[in-house]
């Protein structure tokens, strides 16, 4: 993977709806990186995505608020774990009135 030269399509976690999914009431909330090892000039990655912790809480406006988490692993050639990243979105029960 050449994470320097962008590929064709929408990026692989992208749905169109800002980040939470669904209708326009999602957004993305937080992004963490854990970074293991090195990462070289010449060394290719493999990335692997799966889903994370999914909790809820209540919202004052749009009634519960749904978090995802997604976690991407970046480990390079010979199988070893460089980078994890944890990104998470939150989506809205219902539409929140401006």
Do not use: M
Request: charged share 25%; hydrophobic share 25%; glycine share 16%.
């Amino acid at each position: 993977l050449d994470l320097t030269r962008p590929r064709k399509g929408p990026p692989p976690a992208h749905r169109g709806d800002g980040g939470g999914g669904g209708l326009g009431r999602g957004l993305h909330a937080e992004q963490h990186y854990e970074y293991h090892h090195p990462i070289h000039a010449g060394d290719t990655l493999t990335v692997t995505t799966r889903p994370g912790n999914s909790w809820e809480k209540q919202g004052k406006r749009g009634g519960k608020l749904l978090f995802a988490e997604t976690i991407t692993e970046y480990t390079n050639q010979d199988g070893v774990l460089c980078v994890t990243a944890r990104s998470v979105g939150v989506q809205t029960e219902r539409a929140v009135d401006q």
